[in-house]
């Protein structure tokens, strides 16, 4: 999982955290400390996007194989 961090100043975007800023881990004292620098009484307002990541486990061959065929295909 991934997470950004959206910050919008009078209701107009100012900056969002890069993809690999955040993690699962530190993203709470992210939003606590931006909370505190951007305050919604100074026209602030934070939001948070979460997005899910799926994966397929593959072995190399059937990979390899998957790949010769689309090639072909």
């Known amino acids: 999982m991934r ?28 939003l606590v400390t931006f909370m505190k620098k951007f305050p919604s009484s100074e026209g602030y307002s934070i939001s948070v996007t979460e997005y899910k990541q799926e994966g397929d486990g593959f072995t190399a061959t059937q990979y390899l194989t998957e790949i010769d065929e689309n090639r072909q295909g």
């Open 3 to 30: 997470y950004e961090i959206n910050v919008a100043l009078n209701g107009h975007h100012f900056f969002a955290t890069a993809e690999r800023s955040l993690t699962y881990l530190n993203i709470r004292n992210v």
